[in-house]
């Protein structure tokens, strides 16, 4: 039977999120004519504001619900927002995270077909009534949310997703563009920042790969997020080329750069899954994560990975004396970078 209406669970991470949008588009290939509607967090609404392919977007309260947790307000502020989750009336409703939070935003949605992931993680499986098992072929996020949608008959992974650009956002970084000499020049966007402190590839790094690359003939901008300032400038000042701070840029607006740059180069984070879906050449650093399973998932992309024989070990930070990805070195990087440039 085919769906009139379907949700799509999938909360939290900016990198996550773009993951998910390459299952947006297959719904709407295969679902044209339904209603599709997506419950997100604050934090990466940005991501699918404005989709073509979306035609809802339902605000998950993850703070004032965190905010209430210890007081009557709680149980009022849950209600209301699966009253209104509810009365939309969703036919089906996919759990792309595969936590307890979003298992109940599945089962709150009052869907008839719940479909999610039969693995037992924080006892997710129990909100959900269609449970797909581990595929052991699929090794990327996106290939392990893609044995969600074969109930539905969807197998193929479109090639291309988009983030909306409006025009304004669009202008503001022309405009920077503009003012900094940067057209028709080939831009390298560098990201330092990362939400994990193991994941953080030295700015000495960054900065010889920015040297070298500048005797080649590019410009290197430093792109940077909250909380990331210091990240950025370590690189800026480390380098002996003239090298470029990026302007405090929302996920749009970043969007809007990382799709004007020749290629990214950076840790495993949200803007690298930006910069992948916008179509530049994106070369991630990988540590304690594998490149395998969250690697830029592009033709125009690679990874550099850490040789250590511990890892992945996917933990935050290292028990060791020295975090695994500092020993990407320098002439490791500016090869991969100088190979990935000469790619169409």
Same mark, same amino acid.
């Not at 991470?13 to 509607?37: K, S």
């Not at 949310?145 to 304004?168: H, K, M, N, W």
């Not at 990975?305 to 020295?322: D, L, M, S």
């Given at each position: ?13 900016? *990198? ?12 709407? #290939?295969?679902?044209? !004519?339904?209603?599709? *509607? %997506?419950?997100? #967090? ?6 699918? /504001? ?27 502020? %849950? ?5 209104? +989750? ?35 993680? /924080?006892?997710?499986? +129990? ?31 479109? !090639?291309?997703?988009?983030? =909306? ?8 970084? !022309?405009? %920077?563009?503009?003012?900094?000499? +940067? ?5 390298? &966007?560098?990201?330092?920042? &990362? ?7 030295? &700015? ?19 792109? %940077? *997020?909250?909380?990331? #300032? ?6 800026? /000042? ?15 607006? +970043? ?28 070369? *991630? ?17 690679? =990874? ?5 024989? $511990? ?6 930070? $290292?028990?060791?004396?020295?975090? $695994? ?11 991969? $970078? ?7």
């Amino acid at each position: 039977m085919t769906p009139r209406s379907i949700l799509i669970v999938k909360l939290g991470a900016v *990198g996550d999120c773009v993951h998910t949008l390459y299952a947006l588009r297959a719904l709407r #290939e295969r679902f044209p !004519d339904a209603r599709i *509607g %997506w419950v997100i #967090e604050d934090k990466s609404r940005a991501v699918i /504001e404005d989709h073509p392919d979306l035609s809802e977007i339902i605000r998950f309260p993850r703070k004032e619900l965190a905010a209430a947790l210890r007081s009557s307000g709680f149980t009022r502020l %849950w209600r209301t927002f699966r009253d209104d +989750l509810r009365a939309r009336g969703f036919e089906t409703a996919i759990d792309f995270q595969n936590l307890f939070k979003s298992g109940l935003v599945a089962r709150a949605s009052g869907a008839p077909r719940r479909i999610g992931f039969r693995k037992w993680r /924080e006892g997710n499986f +129990l909100f959900t009534n269609e449970r797909i098992p581990r595929d052991p072929v699929a090794r990327h996020a996106i290939e392990k949310y893609f044995t969600l949608l074969r109930p539905l008959g969807i197998t193929t992974i479109p !090639d291309r997703v988009e983030i =909306a650009v409006p025009t304004d956002k669009r202008d503001t970084i !022309d405009r %920077w563009f503009g003012e900094n000499r +940067l057209d028709g020049r080939r831009v390298v &966007a560098f990201n330092p920042g &990362a939400s994990w402190p193991n994941k953080k590839l030295s &700015a000495h790094t960054y900065a010889a790969a920015a040297d070298a690359l500048a005797d080649d003939g590019c410009v290197s901008v430093v792109i %940077w *997020g909250p909380g990331e #300032e210091r990240d950025a400038a370590a690189v800026v /000042e480390s380098a002996r080329s003239p090298v470029l701070l990026a302007p405090r840029t929302d996920i749009r607006e +970043l969007a809007a750069l990382l799709g004007r740059c020749a290629m990214y180069v950076g840790n495993d984070s949200g803007p690298m899954h930006i910069a992948a879906a916008m179509g530049a050449r994106t070369l *991630g650093v990988f540590g304690p994560t594998d490149p395998a399973r969250v690697g830029p998932w592009t033709t125009r992309g690679r =990874a550099v990975q850490a040789n250590v024989t $511990c890892g992945p070990c996917w933990t935050k930070r $290292c028990p060791g004396p020295v975090n $695994c990805i500092d020993r990407v070195d320098a002439a490791t990087l500016i090869r991969a $970078c100088r190979e990935l440039l000469e790619t169409p």
